[in-house]
């Protein structure tokens, strides 16, 4: 199984990500990357800078020099700009997020992206636009931002993080087909909910199944 680096702008993540990772693919070696403060200097420029991609291009570099095959970023936010390294590097980068819109575009024509932050919400929405025109299906994107979330997240305060995201899903419930939490931070808010009536899709459990397929390949 190929080695993967698995970079974190939240330690919100991370043990989620591990708890996943020891479900799923157990065997799997993971360098785990953590930094938290880089979120918060995209959110302040209002998405990612060149010196903040030259500091992704860094971390790759270091999976680089540990053996890494495999390089994921566990944070929408920055997604395309790993990708954007690919001529950098001969790692495979890929992102968390990538198997939940293949899933999105196969089971709903109104698709709700749910966000709580602005810089993940945009990167995010033009990457299932862009998903959306390569299968040629005709879809309808809806976003829907809950900014205050994310905000009380930051200040440790988890209950009205959960209470905002929650009211979110609601919502979405009457009117999409499928939805896509675009935040991993997002997908513990499933679990405090009686059965969704549509399809909800998270990242880190299709994302870390997806890993393993790749890591094994």
């Given amino acids: 199984m190929k080695k993967i680096a698995m970079l974190h702008?939240?330690?919100?993540?991370?043990?989620?990500?591990?708890?996943?990772?020891?479900?799923i693919m157990p065997q799997a070696e993971v360098m785990h990357l953590v930094e938290?403060?880089?979120?918060?200097?995209?959110?302040?420029?209002?998405?990612?800078t060149p010196a903040i991609s030259a500091r992704i291009a860094g971390y790759i570099q270091i999976a680089e020099k540990?053996?890494?095959?495999?390089?994921?970023?566990?944070?929408?936010?920055?997604?395309t700009a790993v990708e954007q390294c690919q001529f950098m590097t001969s790692l495979q980068l890929t992102r968390i997020d990538c198997a939940m819109v293949e899933n999105a575009i196969q089971q709903g024509q109104r698709i709700a992206v749910l966000a709580t932050v602005a810089t993940t919400?945009?990167?995010?929405?033009?990457?299932?636009?862009?998903?959306?025109?390569?299968?040629?299906k005709p879809?309808?994107?809806?976003?829907?931002?809950?900014?205050?979330?994310?905000?009380?997240?930051?200040a440790g305060d988890m209950a009205t993080h959960d209470r905002i995201v929650s009211e979110g899903l609601k919502n979405?419930?009457?009117?999409?087909?499928?939805?896509?939490?675009?935040?991993?931070?997002?997908?513990?808010?499933?679990?405090?909910?009686?059965?969704p009536?549509?399809?909800?899709?998270?990242?880190?459990e299709s994302?870390?199944?997806?890993?393993?397929?790749l890591a094994e390949a």
């Fill in 121 to 136: 919400l945009k990167p995010t929405l033009s990457y299932v636009q862009r998903k959306v025109q390569e299968s040629g």
């Fill in 207 to 213: 994302g870390i199944r997806w890993l393993k397929a």
């Fill in 66 to 79: 540990a053996d890494c095959e495999i390089f994921m970023t566990a944070c929408s936010s920055i997604g």
């Fill in 172 to 195: 979405a419930f009457a009117s999409a087909d499928v939805i896509m939490l675009a935040q991993a931070s997002m997908a513990r808010v499933l679990q405090q909910l009686p059965t």
């Fill in 197 to 204: 009536p549509v399809p909800v899709l998270t990242s880190p």
């Fill in 9 to 23: 702008t939240s330690a919100a993540t991370l043990a989620m990500m591990q708890q996943l990772i020891a479900d």
């Fill in 139 to 154: 879809r309808e994107i809806v976003p829907v931002l809950m900014e205050d979330a994310f905000h009380a997240l930051l």
């Fill in 36 to 48: 938290e403060s880089m979120i918060k200097q995209v959110m302040k420029a209002g998405g990612v």
